[in-house]
């Protein structure tokens, strides 16, 4: 029974892991938290569910159209949300409210457009089949995705580290200033990192709609609050903290279900919140912030 | 004189009452520059201390609430030594975590009945009118007990507001005023100056909580139930939106920004689909254009020239 | 520098007074008591669950209503219009909308809100003004203690539960059962001790009682922990959503014991989501649309020719309800006296719906036979 | 015994800021701090008034140990400073920003501010006089309605150096008031300081304009690289080889 929940706790804290990735890129370059990250997740996976239902796509070629379209959604919250922010000398605390106003539009948006059922990815897609290795189980999906977040993990990191682009996104990370004076086009840096976020978050929201199959349009919500306590578990802006953080909270959600009482289960994630921010606030991965002066 | 005894308008004038002092409490934390997302949470304590009080204790209502909003305010200072290490976005986050946790406690606790709620909690309108009529004048004119007792309700919580009102432009003028102010323009120089920066932020993080407690226990006297639901992270983003879009500078602003946002549903009420989208919408296009919100301290002063010159032409 | 500062005030008071009388007198002039609405027709205001995470039930009850109404005015013997208003499942919302419905709209009687909670908050509003408001799926305990003007024809659970929990454990002989409730859901929290008191006058064990919340999409640790356990059946306390990923999870993980459900399985969604994993389901509802009944044959054949869809319960109750009410304006022979078609509705006996005999007792609940359903092979059937 | 510094060093991760920095500063003196850029002044008026704490060695006042006081604590003991990039309250008026260095020294809290009484009345009337006098010593004249924000540049570090005086310290740190400042100003900064010692008070300087500290200053202490390399009266230290070194750089012999 352990080895199962300890499978179970991976294959979820690998999805909170997939959607965190995003939030972690956004934050470690433009320091902001993109609280309107959730609501790509699900757009995502609306996106991911049209494509396979309505024009028979394969899964894998729905997977693409739902990180292209919520890249360009992407791009569009930047434009309209974000960048207005950067024109003027506002306090930090802009983007964190617009990005909330943007989170509720795409809700209630998505709740219009593609009505409040739950919908499903179709049998076939992937999902059905099982694995037994000895006393565990675990679903083809759930193996795809855990693949998938370490294989983006490690090349986000190498993409990051080694390519021109990547450095380019570092440097604006550390300082949008300095980044301009060096020549960098920061505004197409900025453009193309939430892009990559977003379609990270496109691509999480086609993977878990289809381990747990129902995709609906509150659904953007709560993870993306999971996904808010993993960034901040793992330490703003830390790629691998996120990855980690990830596996951490979801192991911790299914043992205190488990073994502690279920009923407390999401106050594990905002408890998560809380602690860390009192007692480590860079996390347990991030470097420390500077001083106060 | 119709309209006013209209009970559809008396109601809406009532929760725009209610929402008005729930923008003085996040205004409240906001004027030493600390954005607090916790309000939902103390108001959700504030409601269910005054409701489990005069339910299940007998207590009066007018004793109830303020200890609805003392509950708040003390659970505010154990949450808020801690916080107040933390600033701008890692405050937020923080006490939009903290909002979440109170949610959930209150989903399990025995006495706050789980997501059942609290329910037949006597009203504020008949709890009033039947102190009123035990001093002997039980009926005014010919209202019916419904008008009364709504017109009662309306008298008191303009009273309250009048009064935070009065409570914050005196304190604004104060010594007191003055240090929010200045922790609010930089903290370390407000340090440098003498100031005790965590005393003052406790003590705006305790009134905004007391605030917003009280508020809480108005509101479960209005809608005769409360549930873990009513306080969940949308209340959150509600009270946010009054600040944004009224404008945290004054104390006039969020007021504004509650009377607004309360009656928009009102007046959209044919196109009710598409109005949190507004909502939405609204905060982006408010923090893109207008971040100091619709009533600052600019316009204030445009305002006194512009009459001014207008006076003494 | 102290005048200026009350000056100031009272202005800013009375400013913001007439601004919102201003702001909403000027919507629309206030019918206050006026008989001009059409020629007889009886106003219902209708509040509903139309938009936001639950419209999916508010909308299933407007199609109900609409095509009662339909039929209805085609009979003639009644005419009746309904205004519907959104609630969004939010307490003062539900206030608000009755307010209105009762003050401007001056409607003769109310149908919804559609959650208990929403009852809860603005029931007592209708109550006061003296205005019948009946509720079609609020099935929470305590709805109608709230006054004399609150009516329900929704079955509550106390007497739908026991039945589906009687027939379980008589055909499978349960002995040690799991449950399963949304913590976070009132209907669900109300079933769920509903069904705890029915399993222990049947003398079930309950070996583990397991929480989850509305909106949560992964059940595999309380699945896992109940497997382990080795139970007869598990009983569910949910809405379809939760309830249908809980039944497939279970068949993932190898669970084939049956699941017995409260309300919330009774919806052709649950078979859509859950698909194979729904089979072995079984839930006690008022409402078969399989039922040989040519009233029920009839109301399905017309709601899929108009909606594309079979009813579920929601719809069925709502049809019901407009029905109910037809019948009650009928012996009142009054379109706009409240306090008589109140007095009309509470004496209604052995009237014939589409969810079976009802009539209302004393406290004005519904007196209903409620069947037990099975999901066999992807359709409800009546566990006999 | 005013300040005592007593083999004070700081060090920030690997980085030695400061290292065995010790000296006094007496009642009643003006104490110039110079060096090259970059020497750890500023930072030593971050221990001083304890913005950060010390890697090693003792700060004293007036005999009290200072070492772990957070930095309101030592400006109520009397220890007020100005910042060498400016941080005024910039949405106060000037007034407001005067009253609020009076802080640590008047009591009203919200109850009695809230119901305006007596002694609340009285307390605020005195401060805003005392504030009024300080604006006037510093030569800025009052106008709410103008943020201190957008007063011109000389007039915020005056109103800076006011709003410290507000604290009635009796030791005062300015920290390069003199920057950016043309010399007229200078000058009129030059009697400023003349008139804080002439009122009791003592003054530590950080400043680059050499004239200004040549013939304002008692004392000199000259820091180098984090290390106190010379100390004295002026006339000492302009012939002081080593700090001519530091200053100017030895000829290639």
């Keep these: 029974m352990f080895w199962q929940q300890l499978v179970n706790g991976l294959t979820l804290g690998s999805t909170y892991s997939l959607v965190a990735l995003g939030y972690t890129l956004i934050m470690g370059v433009l320091n902001i938290i993109n609280m309107a990250h959730g609501e790509v997740f699900m757009f995502g996976a609306f996106v991911g569910l049209f494509l396979v239902n309505y024009l028979k796509v394969n899964i894998f070629v729905a997977m693409a159209g739902a990180m292209a379209a919520s890249a360009l959604l992407g791009i569009l919250l930047e434009m309209l949300a974000l960048r207005p922010l950067r024109r003027r000398a506002v306090s930090d605390l802009a983007p964190l409210i617009s990005t909330i106003g943007v989170s509720i539009f795409l809700e209630n948006l998505a709740l219009k457009i593609f009505g409040p059922q739950s919908q499903a990815f179709p049998a076939g897609a992937l999902s059905g089949v099982q694995l037994q290795l000895g006393p565990i189980r675990i679903t083809l999906v759930q193996i795809v995705i855990l693949g998938i977040s370490f294989g983006l993990m490690f090349v986000l990191r190498f993409w990051l580290s080694k390519t021109r682009v990547g450095k380019a996104i570092r440097t604006t990370a550390e300082s949008i200033e300095t980044a301009n004076l060096l020549g960098i086009n920061t505004n197409k840096i900025i453009l193309l990192t939430v892009a990559l976020a977003s379609a990270l978050g496109g691509i999480a929201g086609v993977l878990v709609g289809l381990s747990i199959n129902a995709v609906e349009p509150t659904m953007g919500l709560s993870m993306g609050l999971k996904g808010l306590a993993v960034l901040i578990l793992g330490g703003m802006g830390n790629i691998t903290g996120a990855m980690l953080g990830g596996l951490i909270l979801g192991i911790a959600e299914v043992f205190t279900v488990a073994y502690g009482a279920s009923s407390y289960r999401d106050a594990v994630a905002f408890g998560i919140i809380i602690l860390i921010l009192f007692i480590r606030p860079q996390g347990l991965f991030g470097k420390r912030q500077g001083g106060r002066f | 004189m119709d309209i006013i005894l209209n009970q559809y308008y008396l109601q809406i004038v009532i929760f725009v009452l209610v929402n008005a002092i729930l923008g003085v409490s996040i205004y409240m934390t906001l004027s030493t520059g600390q954005l607090s997302l916790g309000n939902a949470g103390f108001m959700s304590i504030g409601a269910y201390t005054c409701a489990i009080l005069t339910v299940k204790a007998g207590f009066p209502v007018y004793l109830a609430i303020p200890i609805g909003g003392a509950a708040a305010s003390f659970i505010s200072l154990i949450i808020g030594y801690p916080a107040l290490r933390l600033t701008g976005i890692y405050l937020a986050i923080a006490t939009l975590g903290f909002g979440e946790v109170v949610r959930v406690i209150i989903l399990n606790l025995k006495i706050t009945n789980g997501a059942l709620g609290i329910s037949g909690i006597p009203t504020l309108g008949t709890k009033i009118s039947k102190m009123l009529s035990s001093f002997g004048l039980s009926r005014f004119g010919g209202l019916t007990a419904q008008q009364t007792s709504n017109l009662l309700v309306l008298v008191v919580l303009i009273f309250i507001l009048a009064f935070l009102v009065f409570f914050c432009t005196r304190l604004n003028r104060s010594r007191v005023g003055r240090a929010f102010a200045s922790i609010k323009a930089d903290e370390s120089a407000a340090e440098a100056m003498g100031i005790n920066t965590t005393y003052y932020k406790l003590l705006a993080f305790a009134l905004g909580a007391f605030i917003a407690g009280m508020a809480g226990g108005l509101s479960a006297h209005l809608t005769f139930f409360i549930g873990p639901k009513d306080f969940a992270y949308h209340r959150t983003v509600e009270i946010l939106s009054f600040a944004v879009l009224g404008g945290s500078d004054l104390i006039i602003g969020p007021i504004v920004g509650a009377l607004l946002l309360t009656m928009l549903p009102e007046l959209l009420r044919s196109a009710s689909e598409y109005r949190l989208m507004i909502y939405g919408a609204l905060m982006v296009i408010m923090m893109a254009f207008r971040p100091q919100g619709l009533i600052s301290k600019e316009t204030v002063r445009f305002w006194k020239r512009k009459l001014g010159r207008r006076i003494n032409q | 520098m102290k005048k200026g500062l009350t000056k100031w005030l009272t202005g800013m008071m009375i400013g913001t007074l007439l601004l919102t009388t201003a702001g909403c007198g000027g919507g629309s002039a206030p019918a206050a008591n006026s008989e001009s609405e059409g020629a007889g027709a009886a106003k219902i205001g209708v509040v509903a669950y139309l938009s936001g995470g639950g419209a999916a039930y508010g909308q299933s009850q407007k199609e109900g209503l609409d095509l009662a109404k339909d039929e209805i005015n085609a009979l003639g013997k009644v005419k009746i219009d309904l205004v519907y208003e959104d609630s969004r499942g939010n307490n003062t919302e539900a206030i608000n909308a009755v307010n209105k419905l009762i003050n401007k709209d001056n409607v003769v009687a109310l149908i919804g809100p559609t959650l208990s909670g929403e009852m809860f908050a603005s029931g007592p509003i209708a109550n006061q003004s003296e205005v019948p408001i009946m509720g079609t799926s609020t099935t929470a305990e305590g709805i109608t203690d709230i006054g004399e003007f609150v009516f329900r024809n929704a079955l509550p659970e106390s007497s739908a539960v026991p039945q589906a929990v009687k027939m379980a454990v008589q055909k499978y002989n349960l002995k040690k059962v799991a449950m399963m409730y949304s913590s976070n859901n009132d209907w669900a929290v109300s079933g769920y001790k509903t069904m705890a008191q029915a399993l222990k006058d049947n003398g079930v064990e309950v070996l583990a009682t397991e929480t989850f919340a509305d909106k949560d999409t992964d059940f595999s640790a309380q699945l896992t922990k109940i497997s382990s356990l080795k139970p007869d059946a598990i009983m569910v306390s949910s809405l379809y959503q939760e309830a249908a990923l809980v039944l497939k999870k279970a068949r993932e993980i190898g669970i084939t014991v049956p699941f017995v459900g409260t309300n919330g399985f009774n919806s052709p969604e649950l078979i859509k989501i859950a698909g194979q994993a729904a089979d072995d389901a079984i839930v006690a509802s008022p409402w078969y649309p399989g039922k040989e009944n040519e009233k029920i044959t009839k109301f399905v054949t017309d709601y899929k020719a108009k909606y594309n869809k079979i009813p579920d319960q929601f719809a069925a109750q709502s049809y019901d309800a407009l029905y109910i009410y037809a019948s009650a304006l009928e012996k009142a022979g009054s379109s706009t006296d409240r306090a008589k078609l109140r007095d009309s509705l509470a004496t209604i006996k052995d009237f014939q719906g589409v969810t079976g005999k009802f009539a209302f007792d004393e406290k004005r609940n519904p007196l209903m036979d409620a069947t037990v359903l099975i999901v066999k092979d992807g359709q409800f059937t009546e566990l006999k | ?253």
């Design chain 4, 1 to 253: 015994m005013t300040l005592v510094l007593d083999q004070v060093s700081k060090s920030f991760g690997g980085l030695a800021a400061l290292s065995d920095i010790s000296f006094k500063v007496n009642d009643g003196e003006i104490v110039g701090i110079i060096g090259p850029n970059g020497a750890g002044k500023t930072t030593l008026f971050n221990l001083i008034t304890g913005i950060f704490p010390p890697t090693e060695g003792k700060i004293s006042y007036h005999g009290k140990n200072l070492l772990g006081l957070r930095p309101y604590k030592v400006t109520a003991l009397g220890l007020a400073r100005t910042f060498q990039n400016i941080r005024l309250f910039g949405h106060m008026s000037p007034l407001d920003n005067v009253m609020v260095g009076a802080h640590c020294r008047t009591k009203a809290g919200v109850w009695r501010g809230l119901w305006r009484t007596p002694a609340q009345r009285k307390e605020e009337k005195s401060t805003r006089e005392r504030a009024q006098a300080l604006l006037q010593l510093v030569g800025i004249e009052n106008d709410t309605d103008s943020p201190a924000g957008s007063l011109p540049y000389g007039q915020q570090r005056r109103l800076e150096i006011a709003r410290a005086l507000a604290t009635e310290p009796e030791l005062i740190l300015l920290d390069e008031p003199a920057a950016g400042m043309n010399e007229s100003e200078t000058q009129d900064l030059r009697l400023l300081i003349k008139k804080i010692q002439m009122m009791g008070k003592t003054v530590v300087l950080i400043e680059h304009d050499m004239n200004l500290v040549m013939n304002v200053c008692d004392r000199l202490v000259v820091i180098n690289f984090g290390q106190k390399i010379a100390e004295g009266t002026p006339a000492e230290i302009q012939k002081n080889p080593l700090v001519i070194e530091a200053y100017l750089g030895r000829e290639e012999a």
